[in-house]
């Protein structure tokens, strides 16, 4: 069975701060693996994808790294602020029976303070 | 630019109520799912339709069903609430099998309690 462990749970950083959060896995066989920002109240917001065949997906100043051998994928965060704070969930998709599955983390809460 | 949208947003029911939560996409997508999520444990997958007139159980189905109306619509149905359903279900829909590397786009999700 697919677990997904997210560390650190919470974070707390200065703005301006370079922050990693961490996701690992337990089961190789996946599609891709996705990043997800929730805030407070509201849905999930795709913010990376990255497949199974690549090591890295960029979007503006976030980075996604991807090592699906050793089950790891990392979230890099340059220039943190404000309004980054957030809950970051990563997720991995693989098959399951007639469609395919995500099997998702608990989150890193962030919080970038002034 | 709706996306996927879920009614209602907020729900009180007691004990024993039936009810009802809607979800409806407007992307063409082939899949859609319902999850709920509980502090600590993360999005659970509920139920889910690969395609339109099929539906399979997910990791936490006991005490809900689903059907998919038609293509765009998704509903899921707690026939005797209990506490224990007491959650945060959202809808997310996608392409499916034939673009697993496409994102799924969630809904705002749905506030439930029962009491």
């Known amino acids: 069975k697919q677990e997904v462990t997210q560390i650190p749970a919470a974070l707390s950083v200065p703005e301006g701060e370079n922050l990693v959060l961490n996701c690992s896995f337990t089961?190789?066989?996946?599609?891709?693996l996705q990043w997800f920002r929730q805030d407070p109240g509201k849905g999930l917001t795709s913010l990376l994808l990255?497949?199974?065949?690549?090591r890295e997906q960029t979007s503006g100043r976030l980075n996604a790294s991807l090592d699906k051998s050793s089950g790891r994928s990392t979230l890099y965060i340059a220039a943190s602020q404000p309004g980054d704070s957030a809950t970051y969930l990563c997720a991995v998709r693989a098959r399951m029976g007639g469609g395919n599955k995500l099997t998702f983390g608990t989150g890193t809460q962030l919080k970038v303070e002034l | 630019n709706a996306g996927v949208t879920q009614t209602p947003k907020f729900q009180v029911l007691k004990t024993g109520q039936s009810m009802t939560l809607q979800c409806a996409q407007d992307?063409?997508?082939?899949?859609m799912y319902w999850y709920r999520q509980d502090p600590g444990m993360g999005l659970r997958l509920i139920y889910y339709s690969a395609s339109e007139g099929t539906t399979d159980k997910g990791e936490v189905p006991n005490g809900y069903n689903v059907s998919r109306l038609n293509k765009r619509e998704f509903s899921l149905r707690l026939e005797s609430a209990a506490p224990s359903q007491t959650s945060v279900y959202f809808c997310?829909?996608?392409?499916?099998?034939?673009?697993?590397?496409?994102?799924?786009?969630f809904g705002d999700g749905t506030r439930l309690s029962i009491l």
């Open positions: 997310a829909s996608g392409p499916g099998t034939a673009n697993p590397n496409q994102p799924q786009h």
């Open positions: 992307m063409n997508h082939n899949s």
């Open positions: 990255i497949q199974s065949s690549q």
């Open positions: 089961d190789s066989a996946i599609y891709n």
